[in-house]
């Protein structure tokens, strides 16, 4: 069964840093990744996704994947206070399969 | 934007009891998902379905059942409620399942004491 990772658990940033948040998927066949952030007492909503290695930048939101480290990051530039979320990272290995999430890593952006 | 609406939104149950949680979507997807998010563990898929009558079991199926009874409407049925099942539930929808964005509701939270 695929196990997907997201390190750290949490992570405090001030304003305005980069920040670095990251996951580890187990099959090799794993074909879409995903970040969604949900804030305190929210639901859970998709920020953006990739399927081929390399990386896709969407505004201060950048996702970097490796298939063959079996890993993906999400990094976000000049951080704000609204961006304190809990972010989950989700792999699938194709269309017909659903999407697996990890536990999270919760994020705090201080002033 | 996918609107996903859940209900109740809050539940407190006896060991033992019986439960449903009802999920509602308005934007014609095909799939549903109900979700289980404990502490630690992340977002959890129980149950899934990509149509009306159709169920399909995900990673944490034990203790629950679930159906479908329209393309519009999925629920949950808890039937003898047990304190481990005490966690925020989330139902979602999308049009395919492995590639598409998955739109969540706002959860219920279940409490079994």
């Known amino acids: 069964q695929q196990k997907v990772q997201q390190s750290p658990e949490s992570l405090i940033v001030p304003e305005g840093a980069m920040t670095s948040l990251n996951c580890t998927f187990s099959d090799s066949a794993s074909q879409y990744f995903a970040w969604y952030r949900q804030h305190s007492g929210k639901a859970p909503k998709a920020l953006m996704s990739?399927?081929?290695?390399g990386e896709k930048e969407e505004g201060r939101f950048t996702i970097h994947l490796n298939k063959a480290s079996l890993h993906f990051s999400l990094h976000i530039r000049d951080s704000q206070p609204s961006d304190s979320a809990l972010y989950l990272c989700a792999v699938s290995i194709s269309s017909g399969t659903y999407q697996r999430f990890g536990t999270g890593t919760k994020l705090q952006v201080v002033p | 934007e996918a609107a996903v609406t859940q209900s109740p939104r809050n539940k407190v149950t006896v060991t033992g009891g019986n439960v449903t949680l009802s999920c509602r979507q308005t934007?014609?997807?095909?799939?549903m998902y109900w979700y289980r998010q404990d502490t630690g563990h992340g977002l959890r898929l129980i149950h899934y379905?990509?149509?009306?009558?159709?169920?399909q079991i995900g990673d944490v199926p034990d203790g629950y059942k679930a159906t479908r009874t329209t393309q519009e409407d999925f629920f949950l049925l808890l039937e003898l409620a047990s304190p481990s099942q005490t966690s925020l539930y989330f139902c979602a929808s999308s049009d395919g399942t492995g590639d598409t964005e998955v739109f969540f509701g706002k959860g219920t939270r279940l409490t079994v004491v």
């Open positions: 379905s990509y149509g009306a009558g159709n169920l």
């Open positions: 990739i399927f081929s290695n």
């Open positions: 934007n014609s997807h095909n799939y």
